[in-house]
């Protein structure tokens, strides 16, 4: 008895530790990056900000300018290209029973991240189980069982557990592919070895005057990997299971796409993703509907007055993008309606920039957001010209650090004809 009071003593204690001082998140983000006091671009997106901000703003302002629209646009070829085997995979469900598309979409976006942040061609998409993905993998599914487990949280408990042993090993394999890739990279970019053709995100990197140590590089390429690709891979999948049930909006599309393309099987170009105005809004209203980061959190740094109260400095907060996304007030008494045209231009005009903030907002916004519509246009386009997509609505939500629909992405797939 005494026993088992101590224990739930402990417990409790554990707990409240835990909801008091969100400090051991920082630390479990830590754990997937590296040495911890780097604070990585896109920790935010699993650990709510960063206690290092002038280190943060420093790398920021590295990053930010090799996702230049001009610079990312030179990857639109590699999104049609991993589109097209995407295509080609899929037909492997046509005509049978629902199943789960998103496994399908990030196995491809995977392809897509690795290949323009480092050069590297993966293959995930025929080669789900390689020992890179199987660790990342496994270090990832422990870092949210860490979060949701407060228990496993104090390094002391979790150190003394299987799992620590685990995700040491596995993060070891992960560090030690992307170092290697570095180490190439660095070496070529030493020896003048200058690719003339198109830049990944590692190079250009290299060619900034603020000098990356190589783990710092590292970090950055495993972050934007890890980033850009789940985010992605379920707005794209959310678009397809709501378009799925509504098949208006799904014809809608299929017109835009045949207006641009005709009977053509061609890849998308830049002027083509462009012109993909009615899929764009249905993939702003996707990310109303279905937020797939639905809470960012920040700790003030210093008092914020806002219109009826004011919060003091230190405090922790939570924006929760998916409330805002879904409140009658901003979107009117139809805010749970799937309705595209919420997006046109005019209606957009009325709106306060903070209503729709699926990118974050402010200094610490989604760095890659251009990167994301261009890759999300190019794929739904490619998959929407190939197949007539069915599924019913979308059924119970959960939060694994993104937003993830409980029984998966469920569609149908029929075959749309075309000539070349
Ligand atoms: C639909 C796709 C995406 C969504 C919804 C999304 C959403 C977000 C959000 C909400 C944040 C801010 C998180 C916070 O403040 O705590 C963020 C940050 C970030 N995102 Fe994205 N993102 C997407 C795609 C991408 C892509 C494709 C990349 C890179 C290739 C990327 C790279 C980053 C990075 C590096 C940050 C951290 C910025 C910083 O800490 O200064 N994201 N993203």
């Keep these: 008895m005494i026993v088992l009071l101590l224990v739930s003593l402990i417990a409790i204690i554990i707990y409240w530790k835990y909801r008091r001082d969100r400090k051991h998140l920082y630390e479990l983000s830590n754990i997937l990056a590296g040495p911890g006091c780097v604070p990585v671009l896109g920790h935010s997106h699993w650990f709510i900000g960063s206690p290092e901000m002038d280190l943060w703003k420093s790398h920021r302002r590295v990053i930010l300018p090799i996702f230049q629209n001009r610079l990312i646009e030179d990857f639109i070829e590699v999104f049609g290209e991993q589109g097209s085997i995407l295509v080609k995979r899929l037909e492997n469900e046509v005509g049978k029973p629902e199943f789960d598309v998103f496994k399908y979409i990030t196995s491809c976006m995977l392809d897509i991240v690795f290949e323009t942040a480092m050069g590297e ?66 070496k070529d970019h030493e020896n003048g070895k200058i690719n003339e053709g198109r830049k990944d995100l590692l190079e250009l990197l290299l060619t900034r005057d603020m000098k990356l140590t190589n783990e710092e590089l590292r970090e950055h390429i495993d972050s934007i990997t890890i980033a850009g690709n789940d985010t992605t891979a379920l707005v794209v999948s959310y678009a397809l299971q709501l378009l799925g049930h509504h098949q208006a909006e799904q014809e809608l599309v299929h017109k835009e796409l045949q207006n641009i393309f005709g009977d053509s099987s061609r890849q998308p170009n830049k002027e083509d993703l462009m012109k993909m105005e009615y899929l764009e809004r249905v993939i702003k209203e996707t990310m109303r509907l279905f ?20 919060v003091p400095a230190g405090v922790g907060c939570a924006v929760v993008p998916r409330a805002l996304h879904r409140s009658a007030r901003l979107w009117g008494a139809d805010a749970g309606r799937f309705n595209p045209d919420r997006f046109r231009p005019e209606h957009s005009a009325r709106r306060h920039p903070c209503a729709f903030i699926p990118f974050s907002y402010g200094a610490r916004n989604c760095i890659g957001r251009h990167f994301g519509m261009l890759v ?45």
Excluded at 292 to 306: C, D, G, M, N, S
Aim: proline fraction near 4%; aromatic fraction near 6%; charged fraction near 25%.
């Design 376 to 420: 999300m246009k190019s794929i739904l386009a490619n998959v929407l010209r190939s197949y007539k997509v069915k599924s019913s609505a979308c059924g119970k939500l959960k939060i694994e650090i993104l937003l993830f629909p409980v029984s998966g992405h469920l569609i149908t797939l029929e075959k749309r004809e075309m000539r070349t």
């Design 291 to 310: 937020t797939v980061v639905p809470l960012i959190a920040r700790r003030t740094q210093k008092e914020v007055k806002l219109s009826s109260l004011s």
């Design 121 to 186: 061609r993966m293959d995930v998409q025929h080669n789900p189980d390689t020992r890179y993905m199987c660790a990342r993998n496994a270090v990832m599914s422990i870092i949210n069982m860490r979060l949701f487990k407060p228990w496993m949280q104090p390094d002391a408990l979790f150190n003394l557990t299987k799992q620590s042993k685990i995700q040491k090993d596995n993060i070891d394999i992960t560090h030690k592919f992307t170092d290697e890739v570095v180490m190439r990279k660095r």
